[in-house]
Nanobody, 127 residues
Framework: QVQVVESGGGLVQAGGSLRLSCAASGRTFSTYAMAWFRQAPGKEREFVAAISWSGRRTYYAESVKGRFTISRDNAKNTVYLQMNSLKPEDTAVYYC????????????????????WGQGTQVTVSS
């Protein structure tokens, strides 16, 4: 089993920044692709960003490209989401996900591609 814990959410004004962290347990953490998803009230869970097991490939939703950056520190079993130039439409619960498949080179963008999930952290962007 992999335990996933997110942190770093909060309230920020439009144009501001937040950095989310996702800490995961497990000896094989460094071999798993990881991703961030978000879900706003009344909406479907949507893909935000993903990173391959090596960190060499990253993928972003068009809505966040150029504003958000996903990165990982395998030595610390931690993945980050740096969010800049935040907009009110970024308001959502943000979830960290781990695919649980060793050696994934091209991470998936669908929730079903991920086996382990964090509890979510609320991000609220005021106008």
């Amino acid at each position: 089993q992999v335990q996933v814990v997110e942190s770093g959410g909060g309230l920020v004004q439009a144009g501001g920044s937040l950095r989310l962290s996702c800490a995961a347990s497990g000896r094989t953490f460094s071999t798993y692709a990881m991703a961030w998803f978000r879900q706003a009230p009344g909406k479907e869970r949507e893909f935000v960003a993903a990173i391959s097991w090596s960190g060499r490939r990253t993928y972003y939703a068009e809505s966040v490209k150029g504003r958000f950056t996903i990165s990982r520190d395998n030595a610390k079993n931690t993945v980050y989401l740096q969010m800049n130039s935040l907009k009110p439409e970024d308001t959502a619960v943000y979830y960290c996900a781990v695919d649980g498949v060793s050696g994934t080179v091209v991470p998936g963008t669908a929730p079903l591609a991920y086996k382990y999930w964090g509890q979510g952290t609320q991000v609220t962007v005021s106008s």
